[in-house]
């Protein structure tokens, strides 16, 4: 029976999830298969199954040792060129699938959060697109950024946006999530924020990836929390005024 079979995968995500949280870096740059194995059950549509194996993930980004070489090699070695005929797509668009549910919404953050922080040298080994994995980022945590403004833990979260800005030599957009607990103090200040956001991911990221942009917040609108409706919107309208229609 179907539920007897998710039962059992939340179950043995739950042990994975365990056994990482007791191993050494070391210890898993020995055993990329869990990495990668946790990366393959993200592709399910069962919330309860996706939600276990995001946290086996982030349970394995916190431990793992990406940044040293040898880790690098391990995942490497063994890394999917496509999975059951879909190409890799990269960790942070299997992240994004989360950040559109309403169910997944919250573990599918806290995670992105974290691989937005990430070393260049780990996002060109995980992300495919490191441009597309970035703007991901951005669009994916900005509405809860403006929805909550400074509470429920955004201001780490722009933090972590800001170092990967700047990171991807991105500094006049580093500098904005680094001050977003300023413009966070009113709701005048979020809209400014907002606009100069949009300005300045046009700039870096128009019209090459309009359709991913837009596609992605249309989904979110549709299936996210009510309460973030009116933040997607306000994005959508801000970046849409860097959109030349007749040639996008």
């Not at 403004?149 to 904005?176: E, F, I």
């Not at 966070?184 to 300005?199: D, F, I, K």
Request: glycine fraction near 4%; include cysteine; aromatic fraction near 8%.
């Amino acid at each position: 029976p179907r539920n007897a079979a998710v039962w059992l995968s939340s179950e043995i995500a739950r042990t994975i999830e365990a056994a990482v949280e007791r191993m050494k870096p070391s210890q898993l740059a020995h055993i990329p298969h869990l990495f990668w194995g946790a990366y393959a059950m993200l592709h399910t549509y069962l919330i309860d199954e996706y939600t276990c194996f995001v946290r086996v993930m982030d349970a394995l980004l916190a431990k793992m040792a990406i940044s040293e070489s040898y880790t690098q090699q391990a995942l490497l070695s063994i890394a999917p060129l496509e999975l059951d005929g879909t190409p890799f797509h990269g960790i942070t668009n299997m992240l994004l699938k989360g950040m559109a549910y309403s169910g997944t919404e919250a573990v599918a953050r806290a995670t992105l959060g974290a691989v937005s922080a990430w070393p260049l040298e780990c996002v060109a080994i995980l992300e495919p697109e490191a441009d597309r994995a970035l703007l991901g980022n951005i669009i994916g945590l900005t509405p809860h950024l403006t929805t909550y403004m400074g509470r429920d833990n955004t201001v780490h979260a722009a933090k972590m946006l800001s170092l990967a800005c700047k990171r991807h030599s991105l500094p006049k957009l580093g500098d904005l999530y680094l001050d977003y607990e300023k413009y966070a103090t009113s709701s005048e200040g979020m809209r400014r924020m907002l606009l100069e956001v949009a300005s300045l991911v046009a700039e870096r990221y128009f019209p090459k990836y309009e359709l991913f942009a837009f596609s992605f917040l249309v989904q979110m609108m549709e299936c996210s929390h009510s309460v973030h409706i009116k933040s997607i919107l306000a994005l959508m309208h801000a970046l849409l005024e860097h959109v030349d229609l007749p040639s996008s």
